[in-house]
């Protein structure tokens, strides 16, 4: 195994996880700065470019993590690919694409339905089914991941291994003590 070859299973887990539901690895930790603490949930890994090196996530427009990334744009995610014991870490800055028309049709009628609920994301309400769902493109929003660095684990039987590819070095990576 090399660096790029180490590069590219890396991308492969991630391709394959964008596509199939089961895999382990498309429920992405993804990580913010709310200004005072880090802040980090759950999305499903929508779409992988590798040329680009962006990573693509569904959102409430309306929701918390949507402001904070109006805010401060830094990002992290953190994937655990279990089959295979690889654990991915990106970091890099997260922009909104303008393309959501393309993406909304593609959804069926129960997925619109993650967006749109009003009241907004994280408001309070009195009573826990308190609130309604309309789903509405104006709802909906793309999130891209542009990154700038990945660190990347194996455990491997024999003798863990990790890795560290930075844009700054051309991608050409580093072997690192794990
Ligand atoms: C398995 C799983 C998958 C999720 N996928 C998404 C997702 O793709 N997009 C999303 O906005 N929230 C998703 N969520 C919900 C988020 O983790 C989070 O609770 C919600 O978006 C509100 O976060 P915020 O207040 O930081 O905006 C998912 C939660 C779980 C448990």
């Known amino acids: ?5 180490f590069f590219e299973t890396a991308f492969n887990t991630l391709i394959r996880a ?7 690895a498309r429920n992405v930790v993804v990580s913010i700065s709310d200004g005072e603490y880090p802040s980090s949930r759950i999305m499903v890994l929508r779409e992988v470019n590798v040329r680009e090196k962006s990573f693509t996530f569904f959102s409430d427009s309306n929701s918390q993590k949507c402001k904070l990334i109006e ?13 295979n014991n690889l654990q991915i870490r990106i970091r890099g800055e997260f922009v909104f694409d303008p393309d959501i028309v ?13 967006y749109g609920n009003q009241p907004s994301p994280s408001m309070p309400i009195l009573e826990r089914w308190e609130y309604d769902n309309k789903p509405e493109i104006s709802s909906f929003t793309v ?4 990154a700038n660095k ?3 684990l194996l ?14 070095d051309s991608w050409k990576g580093c072997w690192v003590v794990p």
């Not at 964008?18 to 382990?24: A, E, L, P």
């Not at 999130?143 to 542009?146: G, H, I, Q, V």
């Not at 455990?155 to 990790?162: A, N, P, Q, T």
């Open 18 to 24: 964008s596509v199939d539901k089961k895999s382990d």
């Open 150 to 152: 990945f660190d990347i």
């Open 1 to 5: 195994m090399n660096l790029p070859n």
């Open 143 to 146: 999130l891209k991941l542009l």
């Open 155 to 168: 455990l491997d039987k024999e003798k863990h291994f990790r890795a560290v590819y930075e844009s700054r």
């Open 71 to 83: 805010l401060n744009p830094r990002g992290s995610l953190t994937v655990w690919d279990r089959k």
């Open 102 to 114: 393309r993406y909304w049709n593609r959804l069926g009628d129960l997925a619109k339905k993650s």
